[in-house]
């Protein structure tokens, strides 16, 4: 398994939100710093899971399916790299969401 240098250091992680679980994360967001572009929530897979999935839209199928691009992330740590995620956090398992362009806003895809 390859070294991850993430965007950022653990030291810059603060609490933003109340404990939420886990969550999966591509490392188009944590390694790359690209924003969340596309976040779903789904019943929990594991002990402690929030359901929350998240994307920056831009990868590949291929790119998903290599579980190396993905890993589990306390959802505070993905909101410390997006911040405009946050008022999305309590929608109900079967959310969908989709980032508005290059808004702060997220729009309900189902």
Request: negative net charge.
């Given at each position: 398994m390859h070294h991850k240098i993430f965007k950022l250091k653990p030291e810059e992680i603060i609490e933003l939100i109340p404990k939420l679980g886990g969550c999966y994360a591509t490392d188009k967001?944590?390694?790359?710093?690209?924003?969340?572009?596309?976040?779903?929530?789904?019943?929990?897979?594991?002990?402690?899971?929030?359901?929350?999935?998240?994307?920056?839209?831009?990868?590949?199928?291929?790119?998903?399916?290599?579980?190396?691009?993905?890993?589990?992330?306390?959802?505070?740590?993905?909101?410390?790299?997006?911040?405009?995620?946050?008022?999305?956090?309590?929608?109900?398992i079967g959310t969908e969401l989709e980032r508005k362009g290059n808004s702060e806003e997220f729009i309900i895809v189902s």
């Amino acid at each position: 398994m390859h070294h991850k240098i993430f965007k950022l250091k653990p030291e810059e992680i603060i609490e933003l939100i109340p404990k939420l679980g886990g969550c999966y994360a591509t490392d188009k967001i944590t390694v790359d710093g690209i924003k969340v572009g596309y976040m779903y929530r789904e019943e929990s897979s594991y002990r402690n899971d929030s359901g929350w999935r998240f994307f920056s839209g831009s990868e590949s199928q291929e790119y998903v399916d290599d579980a190396s691009n993905t890993a589990i992330y306390d959802v505070n740590t993905i909101a410390n790299y997006d911040k405009t995620i946050m008022p999305y956090l309590n929608s109900p398992i079967g959310t969908e969401l989709e980032r508005k362009g290059n808004s702060e806003e997220f729009i309900i895809v189902s």
